[in-house]
């Protein structure tokens, strides 16, 4: 009997401070677009109401915590439903109470109710307030006109915003989505005859900031491949291109909607098709391991 | 596993439900009632609603059409969105002779503003030029946009100050024999791009002063700008629009502008406003709806204003507030404010604003308009509370329609995209998309809501005959043929005036107070009457100003509904002196002096 493995005593990991739990991963980005939310409604009274984007909130998080114990059988971690109602309350404009709730409601039940391989294929929030638009374009409006940001707190919510993408590795994503929509909106201008300024006039606004830092960053909604989430960025400033030159005036919240799931669909048939292939290989040749 | 496979099922369900749940909204909701959207004739009308409006411009002689302002040609590619507002209309008995007279403006460089003059038998007359207040568009002058009136040296003949993007003019109206300019006597400012203002006795002294708010700040010339930086820095939160006036009247012709002294501090963007005792001092409050951010309410205390809008629950939530109009609409002796805003379905939902103060100590009020059914309106304008059924409960009259243009090509896309972004793009005229034409919330359907006392109003515009589809903006009511039923004057921008005489039905009874001041300024401006009648009680205020760029008719018009018996009026008099009448019938019009 061989003597067990005895493991080499580790030191004990030194207790973390607050900083540092605030930046873990799964808490930076609630911390950030909490962030935004407060610099934004302190300076600028952004929200339709407080009440109303608690609820969007509430509402998130009860209903991840609920779906989460009868389908996964434990007790999600609410940031990302802290995200969605957050994301909901600020993106979602309309008088009615009911409509936060419903679309907030709508964008977490998404998350279980359209799965395919076991992945949910849409962003909530996305899917969440792109079927209110479509649905009850008479009692909801998506954020279009908002925000009196001046240049300052802009660069300041930028600079912050990337630096966290950056750390958590998925700066590269927005930065393809920025050229790419920046030099879209050039030709965008050439071709309508419209001022440049016109044309890139969007990103310098408050929708952006949720969409290019929370929406079209999502590790749950994003191919895996940092070489696929490149073209997926760059697929979605183009589809956005297309839908404003039909002037469609939520063209990036579209274009993330249909392109979003449709990369997640040919990801997963290329891994199929990696996964047949290995397979066969396998079959022919079984020393490199595989099962017969 | 079957768990699963059961929760899985029940989960699309819900999920199915949840997509389904918008269209059960708009079926059953509180906005779920559809409007009456069929035109029916006049009778059908009476017998469904007690009222239908027939447009008689045509018949009356009046055949006035709006003509926008040309501006400087550095805003050529977004003129139609600079140029769109300045049709406005005013009631007023310049001459004293107890039948209401019109007074419209144009905004055309050289055009002519008309004052139609009541023919007693159905028909007016302009009669403007020949009492000097026609010719008021001159180059380098500016243009009008809205007319007061009220009697500023307690003459009684009501006087007029023309609101102007340009120079601002005081007439003095001579006994109704014709108007003296007194602009530069008064000692107004040369240059204002307003679009309100307001008669109000604020330090209650009883000589009027008169509150003007700015849109563009005073230092821009529309015609001959030096940049093209002339624009709102947001599209909420501006606050780069034009400073706002309090001239203090001091009696011997003269104003004295206090309003920082009086505590009125602001360049938001103001586009109407309104004053009336609200807090119950005594004194006048004002409310200022402003375009591109938050209302303000300045609460008066004694001659000095702080601003409330916060505190008060009406400045809170930013929109583009474009009307301000007080109206007892529960019958409960208080007022409610109305506030129009833009509502274009898909794209922009802020909804109407209605004010409903809330039963509690302290002045605070709670945005009812969605749970009565008043908050959708298109890019709302004017609006004005009116009993237009004499049922004793006050009605809402809606202008709206923004730009129309091509029916098929909307600027909506490009009106976005420029407004969501950062100040140093929007505020630049030139960095805006042209409108090549297009259209913006154009050709809209006006609203008619009628109160039905118990908490809902319902849109009855189209079955009783307000049909058109005209950029509105300023809509006066007032009794014009004195028939006991409160007609409607609409201006609409670049269209015909149009006037909607209301029929009502003969079984519905109403009175009407005409007050005159005399320890109180002489025309009444502020004073309030509380109707007390089976059981009921409603109180209306006399308005220097009030709705989007108009003024009613200062004599107070009230429905009684069938069989009244009418308990009494109390009149509070801005002199502070309260006199009850006691003996009152319906029908009939009261002129009641204040005693001295």
Known sequence: MNAPAVAAPQPAPPPRALWQTLLDSRFTPPVFITLILLVGNFSFGILESYQKTLLAIATSIAGEMILGRIFLRKWPHPASAYITGISVGILLRSPAYWTYALCAALSITSKYALRFRGRHIWNPSNFGICAMLFLASDAVAGLSIQWGNNFASLVVIWVLGSLILWRARRFHITAVYLVSFIALSVLRAHITGDPWQAEVSPITGPMYQLFIFFMITDPKTTVRSRTGQCVVAFAIALVEFFMRLDSSIYAPLYALFWVGPAALFIEMALDTRRKRAASSTAVLNPATGGSY | ?596
């Not at chain 2, 008060?312 to 404010?337: C, E, L, R, Y």
């Open chain 2, 1 to 596: 596993m079957k768990r699963i496979s059961l929760a899985r099922v029940v989960l699309t369900i819900v999920f199915a439900g949840m997509l389904a749940t918008p269209a059960l909204m708009r079926r059953f909701g509180p906005q779920g009632h559809q409007p009456a959207a069929v035109h029916t004739d006049c009778q059908t009308a009476l017998s469904r609603y007690g009222f239908c409006f027939e447009e008689v411009s045509k018949q009356a002689g009046v055949d006035f059409v709006h003509e926008a302002p040309t501006l400087d040609p550095k805003l050529n590619r977004i003129m139609p969105e600079v140029a769109s507002m300045g049709a406005s209309v005013s009631i007023v008995d310049y001459d004293r002779d107890g039948w209401p007279d019109i007074y419209v403006t144009n905004s055309r460089t050289g055009s002519m503003n008309h004052l139609y003059r009541n023919n007693h038998d159905g028909t007016f007359t302009d009669v403007a030029p020949q009492l000097d207040i026609a010719d008021v568009n001159r180059p380098g002058t500016g243009v009008s946009m809205g007319a007061v009136w009220g009697d500023y040296d307690n003459d009684g003949y009501d006087d007029l100050f023309l609101i102007k993007w340009g120079k601002p003019e005081l007439f003095h109206n001579d006994q109704g024999k014709g108007f003296t300019r007194v602009t530069d006597q008064a000692g107004l400012p040369p240059w204002i791009n307003a679009n309100t203002a307001v008669w109000l006795d604020y330090d209650g002294d009883g000589k009027l002063d008169l509150f003007v708010g700015g849109y563009y700040p005073e230092d821009v010339n529309l015609w001959h700008l030096k940049n093209t930086r002339m624009m709102p820095d947001s599209f909420e939160y501006a606050k780069n629009g034009g400073r706002k006036y309090l001239f203090h009247n001091l009696g011997n012709g003269r104003f004295e502008e206090v309003s920082a002294k009086a505590g009125i501090v602001s360049r938001r963007w103001a586009l109407a406003c309104a004053a009336a005792d609200l807090a119950g001092t005594g004194y006048p409050d004002l409310f200022v709806a402003n375009d591109y951010g938050v209302s303000e309410l300045y609460i008066n205390d004694h001659g000095h204003f702080h601003e409330a809008g916060a505190d008060t629950g009406v400045g809170f939530a930013p929109k583009s507030g474009m009307n301000a109009a007080f109206g007892d609409i529960f019958n409960q002796g208080k007022f409610s404010i109305y506030v129009s805003n833009i509502s274009e379905e898909g794209v922009l939902i802020q909804g109407n604003n209605l004010w409903v103060p809330e039963d509690r100590s302290g002045l605070h009020y709670q945005n009812m308009a969605r749970d009565l059914g008043v908050e959708l309106g298109g890019w709302s304008f004017g609006a004005q509370f009116g009993d237009f059924n004499n049922d004793g409960n006050l009605d809402l009259f809606l202008e709206n329609g923004y730009i129309s243009a091509s029916r098929n090509r909307s600027y909506w896309y490009d009106f976005s995209k420029v407004a969501g972004g950062n100040s140093s793009i929007i505020s630049d005229a030139s960095h805006w998309p042209a409108f090549d034409g297009r259209s913006l919330s154009g050709y809209q359907q006006k609203k008619v809501w009628v109160n039905d006392g118990a908490g809902k109003f319902e849109d009855v515009a189209q079955a009783v005959g307000v049909t058109d589809r005209h950029d509105g903006r300023s809509v006066a009511l007032a009794d014009l043929w004195n028939t006991g039923a409160l007609d409607a004057v609409v201006a609409n921008q670049s269209g015909p005036l149009l006037i909607y005489k209301d029929v009502v039905a003969p079984d519905r009874d109403w009175i009407e107070f005409d007050l005159e001041g005399t320890r109180s300024n002489r025309s009444a401006i502020g004073a309030s009457v509380t109707l007390f009648w089976n059981g009921r009680e409603q109180v209306q205020s006399v308005s220097g100003g009030n709705g989007f760029a108009s003024e009613d008719d200062r004599r107070l018009h009230f429905g009684l509904g069938q069989d009244p018996q009418i308990q009494k009026a109390v009149i509070r008099w801005p002199s502070g002196l309260v006199q009850t009448l006691n003996t009152l019938a319906p029908n009939r019009l009261y002129p009641v002096k204040e005693p001295q």
